[in-house]
């Protein structure tokens, strides 16, 4: 099974709003990314936080982790049409920044 | 950030082929390569763990003759698709690592008719 489980699964909002996306995971983790990815694309790189961390900002985005819940969010403020993209998490559980596992994925689709 | 490039981006190869997908890190030397593999509308599977010299880990379930994974350098890293099937048909990514985090590449489509 996945560790890291997104919700929702489909987000759909009108330009300008928020965005916030969930993402949970099973076992303890050294540090949570988030990638986003376009259709048909690779990924990219977003955000890491460490399990040391409780938020962490870049831009737009902001990214809490609650290592009690086991969760991580993502809030995407002041959305654009460009933000339209799924949207993965990835743990790392090993402490080397080597393997992760991915979450299961929010496809965002931002309304112009 | 650290480049990772991927080649081919897209391939259609007939069934019973074999094909050959190319990963390099371009400005950072990566002891340890991933390979991920993305079917539609779901997340990325991990399939292998691959080590500069060594033999590549596989993933439960992946059988490792039919993807052969070779790093023979710390900027290179390539997968077999060895005899084809439709079911291999996917997006397959590769990432390289560093100490902070994964490079990904743009991924290669494979297509096997």
């Known amino acids: 099974s996945q560790q890291g489980e997104e919700d929702p699964q489909a987000l759909s909002i009108q330009e300008g709003e928020n965005a916030t996306m969930n993402c949970s995971y099973k076992?303890?983790?050294?540090?949570l990314q988030w990638y986003r990815q376009n259709s048909g694309r690779g990924l990219v790189h977003l955000i890491l936080?460490?399990?040391?961390?409780r938020e962490k900002h870049s831009g737009r985005l902001r990214v809490t982790l609650d290592t009690s819940k086991k969760s991580s969010s993502l809030l995407i403020t002041a959305s654009r049409a460009a933000d339209t993209a799924s949207y993965f998490c990835?743990?790392?559980?090993?402490?080397?920044?080597?393997?992760?596992?991915f979450g299961t994925g929010t496809k965002l689709q931002v309304i112009p | 950030g650290a480049v990772v490039s991927q080649h081919p981006s897209r391939v259609i190869c007939k069934s019973g082929t074999s094909v050959k997908i190319e990963c390099r890190s371009l400005d950072f030397q990566a002891t340890t390569m991933f390979w991920y593999r993305q079917f539609p509308k779901q997340s990325l599977m991990l399939m292998a763990t691959s080590n500069e010299g060594s033999k590549a880990t596989y993933e439960q379930g992946v059988e490792k003759d039919k993807f052969l994974i070779n790093h023979a350098s710390l900027t290179l890293s390539t997968l077999t698709v060895t005899s084809a099937h439709p079911e291999d048909s996917s997006f397959y990514i590769c990432s390289g690592s560093t100490k902070e985090t994964q490079y990904f590449g743009p991924g290669t489509r494979l297509l096997v008719l």
């Open positions: 936080i460490r399990s040391n961390e």
């Open positions: 990835a743990t790392d559980a090993t402490g080397g920044y080597q393997k992760v596992t």
């Open positions: 076992t303890s983790i050294n540090n």
